[in-house]
């Protein structure tokens, strides 16, 4: 079982930078691929972004790559998410997941998530 805080969202303008944050509880977090997701209003939850167990492999949504880094400290069971140049169309609930099968979280069904965090940007 594993458990995902997120944190770090807020509201900024447009071309500026946010980091996120996902902590998980539990002492085998490196045995998991962790991943990004995001829901705007009105609209179905989306991929953005995952990373595998060991941090060596990433993999990117099209409309963040270039913009957005995952990133993650397996000493401190902490995935992160630094976005830059934001634009308005990033306005949404980020979610952080996990699953042991990289495959699992970037189709879009990983076992575990997050309750969300709000990410506004402004134009």
């Known amino acids: 079982q594993v458990q995902l805080v997120e944190s770090g969202g807020g509201l900024v303008q447009a071309g500026g930078s946010l980091r996120l944050s996902c902590a998980a509880s539990?002492?085998?977090?490196?045995?998991?691929?962790m991943g990004w997701f995001r829901q705007a209003p009105g609209k179905e939850r989306e991929f953005v972004t995952a990373?595998?167990?060991?941090?060596?492999?990433?993999y990117y949504a099209d409309p963040v790559k270039g913009r957005f880094t995952i990133s993650r400290d397996n000493a401190k069971n902490t995935v992160y998410l630094q976005m830059s140049s934001l634009e308005p169309e990033d306005t949404a609930v980020y979610y952080c997941?996990?699953?042991?099968?990289?495959?699992?979280?970037?189709?879009?069904?990983?076992?575990?998530w997050g309750q969300g965090t709000q990410v506004t940007v402004s134009s």
């Open positions: 539990g002492r085998t977090f490196n045995i998991y691929a």
């Open positions: 997941a996990a699953d042991t099968s990289s495959r699992t979280v970037r189709g879009g069904t990983p076992s575990y």
């Open positions: 990373i595998s167990p060991g941090g060596g492999s990433t």
